[in-house]
């Protein structure tokens, strides 16, 4: 679609191109579906590789996200943490 389109012209135009991505812009996931700019659904069976294996937004993971993010959202590598460690 041109919406579908639009999208993929950006990103080749401002993106990194260490990838090759299949011509299909999504822009939602719930659990094991995600679905593209034009409403079709489509299952997840790539899992972002493994990152996501759990699903598309789970609620454990989304509070545990936000619970972090009232703390703090990010630090650079520059610095030590109080969590990396632990992992």
């Known amino acids: 679609s041109d919406a579908s389109q639009a999208y ?3 990103e080749d135009k401002y993106g990194a191109h ?10 939602k996931g ?3 579906k995600v679905w593209d ?3 079709n659904e489509y299952f997840d ?3 972002a590789y493994s990152a ?5 937004c789970h609620p454990k993971i ?4 936000v619970e972090q993010a009232h703390k703090m959202t990010l630090t650079s590598r520059a ?5 990396l460690g632990h992992y």
């Open 8 to 10: 993929i012209d950006l």
């Open 18 to 27: 260490n990838y090759h991505p299949l011509p299909v812009v999504l822009t």
């Open 30 to 32: 719930v659990g094991t």
């Open 37 to 39: 700019v034009d409403g």
């Open 45 to 47: 069976f790539l899992s």
């Open 52 to 56: 996501v294996n759990q699903g598309h």
């Open 62 to 65: 989304i509070n545990a996200l």
């Open 79 to 83: 610095f030590h943490n109080d969590c």
